[in-house]
């Protein structure tokens, strides 16, 4: 049914319908109140806008963690300009270019 929404609190299961265009549910049951856009709790004290661009650098910093994490553990450093390296396959023959 177009405009109906679920609670998404955890135990509740209520659910109302709500205006197109509306960007904050609050839960008749529960009264908790969440983001129609996002499905999340309701992000208080920044718009959607602010908080897809907080989603955007958080899911950066744990890509750039895991590319570290991963060089960490798989990678070597090459002996003659010290960045990681990584052999997949082939000979050990390796040039390095500036």
């Known amino acids: 049914m177009p405009g109906w929404y679920w609670c998404i609190m955890k135990g ?32 208080k004290g920044v718009t959607c806008k602010q908080y897809e661009q907080m989603k955007k650098k958080t899911a950066h910093k744990q890509e750039e963690e895991a590319t570290k994490k991963y060089l960490k553990e798989k990678a070597k450093h090459c002996p003659g300009c010290k960045r990681p390296i990584e052999k997949i396959n082939g000979c050990d023959h390796m040039t390095c270019r500036p």
């Open 12 to 43: 509740c299961k209520s659910g109302q319908q709500i205006a197109p265009g509306t960007g904050k549910f609050e839960c008749v049951q529960c009264k908790q109140t969440h983001c129609v856009k996002h499905n999340v709790p309701w992000h």
